[in-house]
């Protein structure tokens, strides 16, 4: 899975770095680089421009927990942070967002924890590992997308309306794979247009756009058990550490 992710970039960078026609600067995500679910995040996506009737591309805050369309309440989100990109497809909280609604999550790494087993008077323990691009090229993490709009609320109320993502999984190879056995999906630039295409909707084809990140050419390091801990941010989590003599907390939130 994917559960933690480093986000970074400004969106000045990220608007010309994606090409986008335009984005959202009120409420703009903060650097994070402990992002974690139910978390603000950048995304790019394509929509129709309701002034203009023009389908344009858009840099824009997304919840991060995917709340399907028949939900009755958004607290199902937090628990929908990843889809398998095996059955999202055809999946009833995903298909609909997967034909219609697919989004780049940019993301300047992951974070997966290894078990590290009980030695002497040592308890096992989680060790967390930053995964990224070797060169340091940001990634553009496969996301869906979904509106939900709270019942209780009136259809003109701004805070009535969710836009929430998910990101796409699938089986850990290379550097992730020795971490853990799943990990986030990724758009290559080549592709990007045809991912976020709205009228796109052939499932096949779709699916054959999806690789591993950076082509499978990641790094991964052990960094500090601070990130473990939602409330912890900054450069300093992506430092690379050895592992601690004795067992740290595990990862909460």
Same mark, same amino acid.
């Given at each position: 899975?994917?559960?933690?992710?480093?986000?970074?970039?400004?969106?000045?960078?990220?608007?010309?770095?994606?090409?986008?026609?335009?984005?959202?600067?009120?409420?703009?995500?903060?650097?994070?680089?402990?992002?974690?679910?139910?978390?603000?995040?950048?995304?790019?996506?394509?929509? @129709?421009?309701?002034?203009? #009737?023009?389908? %344009?591309?858009?840099?824009? &805050?997304? /919840?991060?927990?995917?709340? $399907?369309?028949?939900?009755?309440?958004?607290?199902?989100?937090?628990?929908?942070?990843?889809?398998?990109?095996?059955?999202?497809?055809?999946?009833?909280?995903?298909?609909?967002?997967?034909?219609?609604?697919?989004?780049?999550?940019?993301?300047?790494?992951?974070?997966?924890?290894?078990?590290?087993?009980?030695?002497?008077?040592?308890?096992?323990?989680?060790?967390?590992?930053?995964?990224?691009?070797?060169?340091?090229? @940001?990634?553009?993490?496969? #996301?869906?997308? %979904?509106?939900?709009?709270? &019942?209780? /609320?009136?259809?003109?109320? $701004?805070?009535?309306?969710?836009?929430?993502?998910?990101?796409?999984?699938?089986?850990?190879?290379?550097?992730?794979?020795?971490?853990?056995?799943?990990?986030?999906?990724?758009?290559?630039?080549?592709?990007?247009?045809?991912?976020?295409?709205?009228?796109?909707?052939?499932?096949?084809?779709?699916?054959?756009?999806?690789?591993?990140?950076?082509?499978?050419?990641?790094?991964?390091?052990?960094?500090?058990?601070?990130?473990?801990?939602?409330?912890?941010?900054?450069?300093?989590?992506?430092?690379?550490?050895?592992?601690?003599?004795?067992? $740290?907390?595990?990862?909460?939130?």
């Amino acid at each position: 899975m994917c559960g933690r992710y480093a986000s970074t970039r400004s969106p000045e960078d990220l608007a010309e770095l994606f090409d986008v026609d335009h984005w959202e600067q009120e409420q703009a995500p903060a650097p994070n680089y402990n992002v974690a679910p139910t978390d603000d995040v950048w995304a790019v996506l394509e929509a @129709v421009d309701r002034e203009t #009737g023009v389908v %344009e591309r858009q840099l824009r &805050p997304l /919840r991060w927990g995917l709340v $399907p369309f028949f939900a009755k309440s958004p607290k199902t989100g937090a628990k929908m942070i990843n889809a398998r990109m095996e059955t999202a497809h055809e999946k009833p909280a995903y298909r609909r967002a997967f034909a219609k609604r697919r989004c780049l999550l940019p993301a300047d790494g992951f974070y997966e924890w290894q078990t590290v087993p009980a030695s002497g008077s040592r308890k096992a323990y989680k060790q967390p590992y930053f995964i990224s691009p070797e060169n340091g090229e @940001v990634m553009a993490l496969a #996301g869906l997308y %979904e509106i939900w709009r709270d &019942p209780e /609320r009136d259809k003109d109320d $701004p805070e009535a309306w969710w836009r929430t993502c998910t990101i796409l999984t699938t089986e850990a190879t290379d550097a992730a794979g020795r971490i853990h056995p799943r990990m986030p999906l990724a758009i290559a630039p080549a592709d990007q247009s045809s991912w976020l295409d709205p009228a796109h909707e052939d499932p096949d084809e779709l699916r054959e756009l999806l690789t591993s990140p950076a082509g499978g050419h990641l790094d991964a390091r052990p960094v500090s058990t601070a990130v473990n801990n939602v409330r912890n941010n900054g450069p300093h989590l992506l430092k690379p550490t050895e592992p601690p003599e004795e067992a $740290p907390p595990g990862p909460t939130g």
